[in-house]
């Protein structure tokens, strides 16, 4: 006999009663049953605990499901003692946190199941590559029941199918790659906390609309193809969460930032309890009155995959809470100024800053959040035009700057207003009865730089503010608080009074210097502060990490040096292996449909994929003829095989097929590999390396050579791919590639501009002097590299040289001798199993 049994408690300490939330007019509860019921078996158990019984037995009976309860930490007993009272041969295991359950794969991995019980034995059986939460695992009920007895391991005990696989001495298991079109491991669909829920939410609202209640709730559990469009929907809430510095005297303006973010993605806010910041409660109840929810404010840390972005808007991120972000998310760091900028996959710098050793990705003020009001009229334009002047520091005034700077503009004559915590205290400190009567002392005003235009002139430190003042239409003076805000105010044009320089000679001074008051900025430039920053970190939580393509080191991937950052990705190389990769970007997924050989090629190189196929066909000539003499050097077979991944529209099996090869191809474009069976004749796959079975596709298990043609870079995945070819080739077999040149004439000499023009879908940036490590770790040794696509013009001495010239021909020999060229061939052999 053959049952579910679907794992449920009410005690989740992250989302308690996850069970029960209401979710499209019925509970989570509701969902995963209605889709196992679609799974045929004998018969359907929901395994809980008895706190949790008596609330989850209507839900289980109205969706014809027995319910059974068990002892509550060790859920491995539970389903034993399930397994003993039902007498059940077969258990298929899923968990009700999973609302989105695949239930076509449950059933194919039952069906999966009988048909390998034919003929293997094995005791567990589950789908690799499904998305988390989507997947379920089988196993005999016997072997089960032989496990409890012999592990006491509490991890065991507590997860049920670990005291199994985790055993491979005692238990077989069988773990099968999902097939292609649910193989999504990158993608989730549990709730385990709040903002899984509420991206459950998003989905049930894209795919069945917002309608649905107690009365009409949505009928049907999706189809595994629904939650696959609704997980990739631009529409799919992307859990985002921002942590702000909230230390006291760093100022308002970095946790302002981060709550207006959340009020335009629904973004959580991280204030841990020990938060220094003063005016912290004050700003949250601000943000609440706009829509904030309670529950977008956080105390705890993020746990690994609880969020698609973390944004840090923290002045200066330390170093051990860098460590833990990273580590949980992709994280987006703004306006950062610490050395552990490294830890950061994206950096968007909006303040200008000054000094900083470190690139960021993208560097645009126009994402400041600029004042509406602005002043009316024409600017001051000599001493006595202005009356006004406001002095301010933030809220805090960590320096007690405020006090002396009134005191010293206002013995210019002029009506001063300072912002202090404590106004009447801050008046008895001005000892000078007619200075205390021009100046007006204030608390810290609620939405300030739309205040601002009703001053003529503001004096403030670098920061928000002082652009804010520049866009308001105010003159603007800096206090220079240290070194650093005295080179930002020389460096941004800014008139600057230093610390140990506040007095009336110097402040009167810098008032009669009118044009000073008034820097260009970009603040003050038409449509600056149009720009949403909310939408725009909304766009780069859809941008993706990744590890090293050939150690796969998750964990340890942020701590890889910076290589390089452009306005779309970010490069590392690997401490391990030395591979140059692409760390993360958010540029989209590329589709190699029939314009990105024809369209797209076209813009490249002027003429289509086909139109170039002799020219093409000309270098895979070349390539064969190496191929050639490799193999055929050491081997006397008459009609070698080659399989080439990547194949395109065929040009190296056309090649090579003349060459005296039997060729085969394959390719992840339909339009391609339809052009190599129907127009060329040659067999060919649409398959996705390495998921691909060369028996069953050609009736070959191995080749004598096998090559990639500017394919290699494009696996975010290079060890399945590369361990992939080691167990299709041929010990002695020849495996060749051509790729970009990290090493070539572009990246020495123009290195920014290299990555720059990198294109989004190449993860990996191969280097001639590092390949032979590389891929001896797979069982190759390097026999032929050939440096390739020499371009002497782009040699920074011979720019606006004739190519005619001896020096371009010296330079020309240059590149080949030295090997720059910017894209290379490896010919490798294969000496041993990887």
């Known amino acids: 006999m053959t049952i579910i049994a679907a794992q449920c408690r009410l005690t989740s300490t992250r989302l308690p009663n996850k069970a029960l939330l209401p979710l499209g007019g019925k509970t989570v509860l509701?969902?995963?049953?209605?889709?196992?019921?679609?799974?045929?078996?004998?018969?359907?158990?929901?395994?809980?605990d008895e706190s949790s019984f008596e609330e989850l037995k209507p839900i289980c009976e109205r969706n014809g499901f027995k319910i059974f309860k068990g002892s509550l930490e060790d859920?491995?007993?539970?389903?034993?003692?399930?397994?003993?009272?039902?007498?059940?041969?077969?258990?298929?295991?899923?968990?009700?946190?999973?609302?989105?359950?695949?239930?076509?794969?449950?059933?194919?991995?039952?069906?999966?199941?009988?048909?390998?019980?034919?003929?293997?034995?094995f005791d567990y059986i589950t789908y690799t590559g499904l998305p988390h939460g989507s997947g379920i695992e089988m196993f005999k009920a016997s072997s089960l029941l032989k496990a409890r007895e012999l592990t006491n391991l509490p991890y065991d005990h507590e997860h049920v199918g670990p005291s199994l696989y985790k055993h491979p001495e005692k238990f077989k298991s069988l773990f099968i790659p999902a097939p292609k079109d649910w193989n999504f491991p990158g993608l989730r669909t549990t709730i385990d906390t709040l903002v899984d829920?509420?991206?459950?939410?998003?989905?049930?609202?894209?795919?069945?609309?917002?309608?649905?209640?107690?009365?009409?709730?949505?009928?049907?559990?999706?189809?595994?193809?629904?939650?696959?469009?609704?997980?990739?929907?631009?529409?799919?809430?992307?859990?985002?969460?921002?942590?702000?510095?909230?230390?006291?005297?760093?100022?308002?303006?970095?946790?302002?930032?981060?709550?207006?973010?959340?009020?335009e993605?629904?973004?959580?806010?991280?204030?841990?309890?020990?938060?220094?910041?003063?005016?912290?409660?004050?700003?949250?109840?601000?943000?609440?009155?706009?829509?904030?929810?309670?529950?977008?404010?956080?105390?705890?840390?993020?746990?690994?995959?609880?969020?698609?972005?973390?944004?840090?808007?923290?002045?200066?991120?330390?170093?051990?809470?860098?460590?833990?972000?990273?580590?949980?998310?992709?994280?987006?760091?703004?306006?950062?100024?610490?050395?552990?900028?490294?830890?950061?996959?994206?950096?968007?710098?909006?303040?200008?800053?000054?000094?900083?050793?470190?690139?960021?990705?993208?560097?645009?003020?126009?994402?400041?959040?600029?004042?509406?009001?602005?002043?009316?009229?024409?600017?001051?334009?000599?001493?006595?035009?202005?009356?006004?002047?406001?002095?301010?520091?933030?809220?805090?005034?960590?320096?007690?700057?405020?006090?002396?700077?009134?005191?010293?503009?206002?013995?210019?004559?002029?009506?001063?207003?300072?912002?202090?915590?404590?106004?009447?205290?801050?008046?008895?400190?001005?000892?000078?009865?007619?200075?205390?009567?021009?100046?007006?002392?204030?608390?810290?005003?609620?939405?300030?730089?739309?205040?601002?235009?009703?001053?003529?002139?503001?004096?403030?430190?670098?920061?928000f503010t002082a652009f804010e003042a520049l866009a308001a239409g105010c003159g603007v003076i800096l206090l220079g608080t240290s070194q650093l805000h005295v080179n930002l105010a020389i460096k941004y044009g800014f008139a600057c009074l230093p610390v140990g320089q506040i007095n009336d000679e110097n402040a009167l001074s810098l008032l009669k210097n009118i044009p000073s008051l008034y820097p260009d900025?970009?603040?003050?430039?038409?449509?600056?502060?149009?720009?949403?920053?909310?939408?725009?970190?909304?766009?780069?939580?859809?941008?993706?990490?990744?590890?090293?393509?050939?150690?796969?080191?998750?964990?340890?991937?942020?701590?890889?040096?910076?290589?390089?950052?452009?306005?779309?990705h970010t490069f590392r190389r690997c401490r391990s292996c030395g591979m140059l990769y692409m760390s993360w970007t958010y540029a989209s997924d590329k589709n190699y449909n029939s314009s990105y050989f024809f369209e797209d090629y076209k813009k490249q190189y002027g003429k289509t994929y086909l139109d170039d196929f002799k020219n093409i066909k000309k270098q895979c000539v070349r390539r064969t003829s190496v191929v050639d003499m490799l193999y055929r050097s050491a081997h006397k077979a008459v009609t070698p095989a080659v399989l080439d991944i990547g194949c395109a529209f065929g040009p190296y099996l056309d090649a090579a097929n003349d060459a005296g090869w039997q060729v085969y191809g394959t390719d992840i474009s339909k339009e391609a590999v339809d052009y190599v069976q129907n127009t060329l004749h040659y067999p060919a796959s649409m398959a996705k390396f390495p998921e691909f079975d060369p028996v069953s596709e050609f009736g070959v298990k191995n080749f004598d050579a096998v090559t990639m043609w500017y394919v290699i870079e494009h696996f975010q995945d290079l060890d399945s791919v590369l361990r992939g070819?080691?167990?299709?080739?041929?010990?002695?077999?020849?495996?060749?590639?051509?790729?970009?040149?990290?090493?070539?004439?572009?990246?020495?000499?123009?290195?920014?501009?290299?990555?720059?023009?990198?294109?989004?879908?190449?993860?990996?940036?191969?280097?001639?002097?590092?390949?032979?490590?590389?891929?001896?770790?797979?069982?190759?040794?390097?026999?032929?590299?050939?440096?390739?696509g020499h371009h002497p013009e782009r040699f920074p001495n011979l720019r606006g040289q004739k190519s005619t010239s001896l020096k371009f021909a010296l330079f020309s020999g240059a590149s080949h001798f030295f090997g720059l060229g910017d894209t290379f061939e490896v010919y490798c052999k294969k000496e041993k199993e990887c």
């Open 30 to 48: 509701d969902w995963t049953l209605a889709a196992m019921k679609k799974v045929r078996v004998d018969d359907y158990y929901v395994a809980t």
């Open 75 to 121: 859920v491995l007993d539970r389903y034993c003692s399930l397994i003993e009272e039902t007498h059940a041969d077969i258990v298929l295991r899923a968990t009700c946190d999973n609302p989105f359950l695949f239930y076509e794969a449950a059933q194919s991995l039952v069906d999966e199941f009988q048909s390998r019980s034919q003929n293997e034995d």
């Open 197 to 263: 829920y509420k991206k459950a939410q998003s989905i049930v609202k894209i795919l069945s609309g917002e309608k649905f209640s107690d009365k009409k709730p949505v009928k049907e559990p999706y189809t595994t193809s629904e939650i696959l469009s609704a997980l990739q929907s631009p529409e799919l809430f992307r859990p985002i969460l921002t942590v702000p510095c909230v230390k006291k005297g760093k100022g308002t303006g970095h946790f302002r930032r981060c709550l207006k973010i959340a009020l």
């Open 265 to 463: 993605t629904g973004a959580n806010v991280y204030v841990p309890e020990d938060a220094g910041l003063e005016e912290r409660k004050e700003l949250i109840d601000d943000a609440k009155k706009n829509g904030l929810c309670d529950d977008q404010i956080v105390s705890r840390l993020p746990e690994k995959n609880e969020y698609e972005l973390i944004v840090t808007d923290a002045f200066t991120l330390d170093r051990e809470l860098a460590l833990s972000l990273s580590k949980a998310a992709p994280l987006l760091a703004i306006d950062e100024g610490s050395l552990n900028a490294d830890l950061c996959d994206c950096l968007l710098d909006i303040i200008p800053s000054y000094g900083l050793a470190r690139p960021a990705n993208i560097s645009d003020p126009t994402f400041v959040s600029l004042p509406e009001h602005k002043r009316s009229g024409k600017r001051p334009e000599n001493f006595d035009e202005i009356k006004s002047i406001l002095v301010t520091v933030g809220g805090e005034d960590p320096g007690d700057l405020v006090l002396p700077s009134a005191i010293a503009f206002a013995a210019s004559g002029k009506k001063i207003t300072a912002i202090v915590q404590n106004p009447e205290e801050a008046a008895l400190r001005v000892t000078d009865e007619d200075l205390r009567k021009k100046i007006k002392f204030i608390q810290p005003v609620h939405n300030l730089k739309e205040k601002l235009s009703e001053y003529d002139l503001v004096v403030t430190h670098y920061g």
């Open 521 to 568: 900025s970009p603040f003050t430039k038409e449509g600056a502060g149009k720009k949403s920053l909310g939408q725009f970190v909304k766009i780069l939580a859809l941008g993706k990490r990744f590890s090293c393509p050939v150690c796969r080191e998750q964990d340890s991937s942020t701590e890889n040096p910076i290589v390089a950052r452009t306005s779309l």
């Open 725 to 788: 070819v080691s167990k299709i080739l041929k010990k002695g077999g020849i495996f060749a590639f051509s790729t970009p040149s990290a090493s070539g004439v572009s990246a020495h000499f123009s290195p920014q501009s290299f990555f720059q023009n990198s294109p989004t879908d190449h993860f990996t940036l191969w280097e001639p002097g590092r390949a032979a490590s590389i891929l001896k770790k797979y069982g190759f040794k390097v026999c032929k590299i050939v440096s390739t």
